[in-house]
């Protein structure tokens, strides 16, 4: 397992980009072991970048907070499986803290580095993960992504993250944020690298139906993309087309999308971070502590009303799912932003308004790089079937990249 | 004056943020997209 080794060796000489909390440095080992046992599967040696709030049992467990760090002691199930065909952990990733936040900008670990551009932020809250990925030490980015934060690090890193249907990917070991909009979700460097690791699990379909002709919606009125980003994105959108896409434009109203999911996310958060909210909250970051505090002073109205705009919200996409095969957007409507800019006000809802859509529906969505010369810039695709979503994805990247 | 419930529950529920006033800000903004208020 040379390969594996300099992997470890490379995450090691790059550790100025921030990526890992914990490197294993036994990942080599192990994989040998198992070789030497022929219990090496389909999925032998491949390196496993996984967020900080996952567990695998024998390492250091932090939720991107110093206060909650521990040993774990059993493996999360998404792990385990991913493990049963051979994969290995080569590491734990720095993340946003307690995966609240959208720029992984950590106040007790140091930010998270842009790969292209070290002055600015990976995105988040899954950033160390497709940090890693980006820079290829790791192959498959283990995350989550509870408004973005599988998709949005991702598209800032250049690389594809994918967000699986709601429920699919099973969340056992996997600290909750907000359950209700809480998934599993991973990074690859290409949609096929990404098909081929999750179809060893049974994840991802062992071919992908071909797609000749389909119909998609951009949706507009969402977020106000910055020139650079729109840019990028039209330029995808016309990929897309070249791959036999048919266009239309859908205009939504997403701004009641967006109040139901913070409502949800942050009534959830406080509940199951209620204790550290008592009792930590000066060790807290700034950011962390006032969000928490809104969602324990939010009244069960709000929370009610959120859950009934969050079945308008499916509704919705599920009519526009009877028309479109897919429907796509920018991932962001930022590229990356100075790491020293990352607390603006303003940044937030410009990393969170497309991606966020689809943690409210459940939704599988995906983020795959935008054809640009420069900072990353992503497309997000969503659909009903995932399949279909997968297929049109591969397509894109054939044509685009 | 409709977020000022916002800093005396916290107090009893004995939680004390860095920003009150932003929390206020937080909560009002939700509520306010919600329709709610």
């Known amino acids: ?401 | 004056m409709v977020m000022d419930y916002v800093e005396s529950l916290l107090k009893n529920l004995g939680v004390s943020p860095p920003d009150v006033d932003e929390v206020k800000r937080q909560v009002e903004k939700i509520l306010r997209g919600l329709l709610l208020i």
């Not at chain 1, 096929?192 to 379909?205: D, E, N, T």
């Not at chain 1, 139906?209 to 119909?215: E, S």
């Open chain 1, 1 to 401: 397992m040379i390969e594996l080794s300099k992997k470890i060796e490379e995450a090691r000489r790059r550790s100025e980009l921030n990526y890992f909390l914990y490197l294993n440095e036994k990942a080599a080992e192990e994989v040998e072991l198992l070789q030497r046992a022929g219990r090496c599967g389909s999925l032998c040696g491949v390196a496993l970048a996984v967020k900080d709030n996952i567990e695998v049992a024998g390492m250091p467990i932090t939720n991107g907070a110093p206060y909650m760090r521990r040993i774990a002691d059993k493996t999360a199930a998404v792990v385990r499986r991913l493990m049963a065909e051979g994969a290995v952990v080569l590491g734990k990733t720095n993340m946003h803290e307690l995966a609240l936040g959208a720029t992984n900008v950590n106040p007790h670990f140091g930010p998270t580095k842009n790969p292209h551009d070290p002055t600015r932020i990976t995105g988040g809250s899954s950033g160390g993960s497709a940090g890693a990925v980006a820079i290829g030490v790791a192959d498959l980015g283990v995350g989550t992504d509870t408004g973005g934060s599988v998709r949005i690090p991702a598209a800032l890193c250049g690389v594809v993250g994918y967000k699986p249907p709601y429920g699919k990917i099973p969340v056992d070991g996997v600290y909750p944020l907000a359950q209700s909009l809480d998934h599993v979700g991973f990074m690859a460097r290409s949609v096929r690298g990404l098909v081929r690791i999750l179809s060893a699990v049974g994840w991802a379909p062992q071919t992908l139906p071909t797609i000749k002709r389909f119909r998609f919606a951009v949706l507009m009125g969402v977020a106000e993309p910055t020139r650079y980003v729109e840019k990028a994105f039209w330029r995808a959108v016309e990929a897309l087309e070249g791959i036999g896409g048919m266009r239309d434009e859908v205009f939504i109203e997403a701004s009641k999308f967006s109040a139901a999911r913070a409502a949800i996310l942050l009534s959830e958060a406080a509940a199951n971070y209620y204790d550290y909210l008592r009792s930590s909250i000066s060790y807290m970051g700034r950011d962390v502590a006032t969000l928490l505090s809104a969602g324990a002073a939010l009244p069960a109205v709000a929370y009610i009303t959120a859950k009934k705009v969050k079945e308008e919200a499916t509704q919705f996409f599920n009519t526009l799912f009877k028309t479109y095969d897919v429907v796509v957007s920018p991932t962001t409507a930022t590229e990356a932003v100075p790491i020293d800019e990352a607390a603006n006000i303003a940044v937030r809802p410009k990393l969170l308004a497309y991606t966020e859509l689809f943690n409210l529906t459940g939704h599988p969505a995906i983020s795959v790089p935008a054809p640009v010369s420069g900072l990353p810039v992503g497309l997000q695709i969503a659909a009903r079937d995932e399949d279909v979503l997968l297929a049109v994805a591969s397509a894109y990247e054939e044509e685009a990249l």
